[in-house]
């Protein structure tokens, strides 16, 4: 629990274990302690005592409007890269003869373009509204996903997916920008992980989608059931993108959102004042040198580009090839893997009320590693019981969870620099997919389904190297930390120790 306990003009503390006061405020904690019992929901959702009604209100229209939009957006971002495994097996690698590596090469395609604009556009959302440039970005990948029903080769599937991943590049990091500008960081890591969330419930709503347009739209007007799955989806879309235009509240700074009054504006930002949290300023060189001068960017970027990469690319599904070789019909092929995006959904959402909880990322991610390691292993092995390999392909969606709670851990480790907050997350996504655009060529390609040996091998060293990075960075964030609390004499602060230092001082090196 986290409340309020003193506050001067530069700091507040946030931390009841950590207070250090005298003698007689400490009886007077002690006897707030007995008074306040925590309810139930407190180790489920945010529970401040200290927090005024006009906060909670504020807070409420957050989670109602921001969380949704990102949510919603991220679910058709989530539904197009999702759909275009479940068309490959539906119908479309028959039809368009990909027979070859075809798929990894659409992959590649939208991978590459994916990377192209990320920098560029995290650069571009320091200096042009989120509300302008997110949902113009949406509507492009929307009509560009319309385009992918009237292919006729595979060649065209790879032209169009370079655009799509041009598109949806500036979505994933300019959201976490964006909730990492609104949030504290006791209540980010959730909001983040249900943001997250929302792409296991693409995957899930995708396989149902597709099992039901394949038994009902094939064939239909002259198109196939999987071309129908992209012209549903680009419907799905539409009135999405069109409500980004008015919902998303932009920055505190600048926010012009209708749901938020002129104290909303004020007291957003005073939140990230005293939560460390410095406003855009203007990207200069200096900007860059103090960026590149410090080892958040560099440990953080390999940190996700380890995640981006550890499992097969987005159109690899090898529980979906696993059971096509088995003879399955295309509604089940479709159907069953949503189980996995099903544990994936609940696990995302339960490490990030934990470790909001706990104030512990860099620990409840290792959990994520260890599950997702299992997985692989046994699948590594591959000859073992049907059912534990049921079992292994049911969990690999396991180590998924790492991603947004790694996005949350960044924005608190970059949280008193706007700028380097930004470039970073555009470089870790970026870099991230940079290599995404070929070493599953390697590690997973088509032609090695439905064993893919080399790649559940490659998967589990990854994830040694994964459970590597997190411990040097819980390492390297707790050094800086306690060299900070030396230095100002604090509490300790955020990470994986315990409390949450809060300060209204930015200092910039």
Not at 43 to 62: A, M, N, T
Not at 139 to 156: D, E, G, I, Q, R
Not at 179 to 203: D, N, Q, T, V
Not at 266 to 276: D, I, L, P, S, V
Request: proline share 5%; charged share 15%; net charge positive.
């Amino acid at each position: 629990m986290s409340e309020q306990l003193a506050t001067t003009p530069k700091e507040v503390v946030v931390n009841e274990s950590s207070y250090d006061a005298t003698a007689s405020s400490h009886h007077t904690i002690d006897e707030s302690k007995k008074e306040l019992k925590a309810p139930w929901w407190s180790y489920i959702w945010d529970y401040e005592p200290g927090r005024s009604h006009e906060e909670r209100v504020f807070i409420q229209k957050l989670d109602i409007f921001l969380v949704t939009m990102l949510s919603l957006g991220y679910f058709i971002k989530n539904l197009d890269q999702t759909n275009i495994s479940n068309a490959f097996v539906s119908g479309m690698k028959e039809d368009l003869g990909m027979n070859g590596n075809q798929i990894n090469l659409v992959d590649t395609a939208w991978t590459v373009g994916y990377v192209i604009g990320q920098i560029p556009s995290q650069i571009i959302l320091t200096k042009v509204r989120p509300s302008v440039w997110v949902p113009s970005c949406e509507l492009l990948w929307t009509v560009l996903t319309f385009c992918l029903a009237a292919a006729k080769t595979s060649n065209h599937v790879i032209a169009i997916r370079f655009f799509v991943g041009l598109a949806e590049s500036i979505f994933y990091p300019a959201a976490h920008t964006i909730l990492g500008s609104w949030y504290k960081p006791s209540e980010l890591g959730k909001r983040a992980c249900i943001f997250h969330a929302s792409s296991a419930a693409a995957s899930m709503f995708s396989g149902y989608l597709q099992a039901g347009v394949y038994k009902g739209l094939n064939g239909v007007n002259g198109f196939a059931g999987w071309q129908w799955l992209f012209i549903v989806d680009g419907i799905i879309s539409v009135p999405i993108c069109i409500a980004g235009f008015f919902i998303l509240p932009d920055l505190p700074e600048n926010t012009r959102a209708f749901y938020l009054n002129e104290r909303d504006r004020n007291m957003a930002k005073e939140r990230m004042e005293k939560a460390g949290r410095a406003p855009r300023a203007r990207l200069g060189r200096s900007a860059i040198k103090r960026i590149f001068g410090r080892w958040h960017v560099y440990l953080l970027t390999i940190l996700y580009i380890i995640f981006i990469n550890i499992g097969p690319s987005s159109s690899i599904n090898p529980f979906s090839l696993w059971l096509k070789s088995k003879g399955e019909s295309v509604e089940r092929i479709n159907i069953i893997p949503t189980a996995s995006s099903a544990i994936q959904l609940v696990l995302t959402v339960s490490f990030a009320i934990v470790s909001d909880a706990i104030r512990r990322r860099a620990s409840i991610m290792s959990i994520s590693t260890f599950l997702g390691a299992f997985a692989a292993l046994v699948l590594a092995i591959w000859n073992i019981p049907d059912g534990l390999k049921w079992f292994a392909f049911l969990l690999q969606r396991a180590s998924i969870p790492y991603g947004p709670l790694s996005m949350s851990w960044t924005n608190e480790i970059c949280g008193a620099d706007a700028e380097e907050r930004a470039i970073v997350i555009g470089i870790m996504n970026s870099m991230g997919y940079a290599f995404n655009a070929w070493v599953p060529l390697l590690t997973y390609p088509q032609v090695d389904s439905p064993m893919f040996r080399k790649g559940f091998i490659f998967s589990t060293a990854a994830f040694g190297a994964q459970a590597a990075i997190t411990a040097t960075v819980a390492f390297m964030h707790k050094r800086d930390q306690k060299r900070e609390n030396s230095r100002r004499g604090h509490a300790p602060g955020i990470g994986d120790v315990e409390g949450v230092i809060v300060s209204s001082t930015i200092e910039r090196p």
